[in-house]
């Protein structure tokens, strides 16, 4: 049972609550998903990002360390024959991965400010496909700007050329019209759920990535919901979405489910944390927007010099920290 709280505070709650079962206190690091066992698998995504919150906490020793170990990265032994960044390396920790950062998206953005900081003078290479999202998959435009505020401007980025905002928006229409026209008497489309995203497959065994641009997709990642939700002027029409979501059971009080099927036959309630990191994120956001509130997470980035130098990459006008 949970108490009686206005749903933009509950949604966010859960959310959070979500993420911190996955959280192990003793080690600092979060687990990929909650039911495994410590150390098994921790998830570096949802434990890192540390950078802002040190910000906001006012932790400048800790932001200065931080900072000390991203600097620290050797940027070009990283470097790809194309110029991208790789994945990482092997196993062994020596062999570089032949794959990496090169399609747009949120993901390679934020890797490529990662450079910035590392480097402000390293180069960076555009991205492939500019504006379009590898499938039309849903969290690809958005997790830029759980962190960020810049990514809301309707205004070309100096480095791909791409308007982020019009194209987020963009996303958003395909994903709301999909099932409709997909699947149109489909509970997913009489109750408006949408979300061709990325994360667990219906068993919960494999990872699954869907799309837009692809035919015939039946599995929704509702943590689009959230995570697109600011994109809405109005967020009355989110929390409507969210309250249909909750009397249909895929919104508990333990979070979001991680997956559901359009025509309802099933549904997944696992606690991945990677999911749950964007969830409360972007709950948050929804939070900030609905109750007209400053948003301390796109402030703090507003506030940090080495932040806003890097987001020069994207907008030269970013300008330095208030």
Known sequence: EVRDMPRDLYCFSASYAKLLRCHNLHSGFTRDRAHLDEGAFESLAATGLMLLAQRMLGMDKQAAETLALIRGIEIESLRLPS???????????????????????????????????????????????????????GFIPEIQSLLHPDFDRDQADALDGVHWK?????????QQAYFPKAMPSSPAARLGIHGLSAGENQHGN?????????????????????????????PARVLGL?????????????????????DGSSYLPMNG??????????????????????????????????IRQAMHLFYPDAGPAQ
């Open 83 to 137: 110029g991208h960044l790789s994945h990482g390396l092997d196993h062994d920790g020596t062999r570089l991965l032949p794959h990496g950062w090169r399609d747009w998206g949120g993901e390679t953005a934020l890797v490529q400010l990662m450079q910035r900081l590392a480097q402000p003078e390293c180069r960076v290479v555009a991205s492939d496909r500019p504006g379009r999202a590898w499938q039309g998959t």
């Open 166 to 174: 019009p194209v987020r928006h963009l996303m958003l229409g395909a």
């Open 206 to 234: 494999a990872y699954h990535v869907s799309g837009v641009d692809l035919t015939g997709q039946t599995l929704i990642h509702p943590h689009y919901i959230l995570m697109s939700a600011t994109l809405d002027p109005d």
């Open 242 to 262: 969210l309250e249909r979501l909750e009397k249909a059971g895929y919104f508990p009080p333990w979070g979001l489910v991680e997956n559901l099927t359009a």
């Open 273 to 306: 944390a990677l999911n749950a990191g964007f969830e409360a994120l972007g709950a948050y956001h929804l939070l900030a927007k609905n109750r007209r509130i400053a948003d301390t997470i796109h402030e703090a980035s507003r506030q940090c010099p080495e």
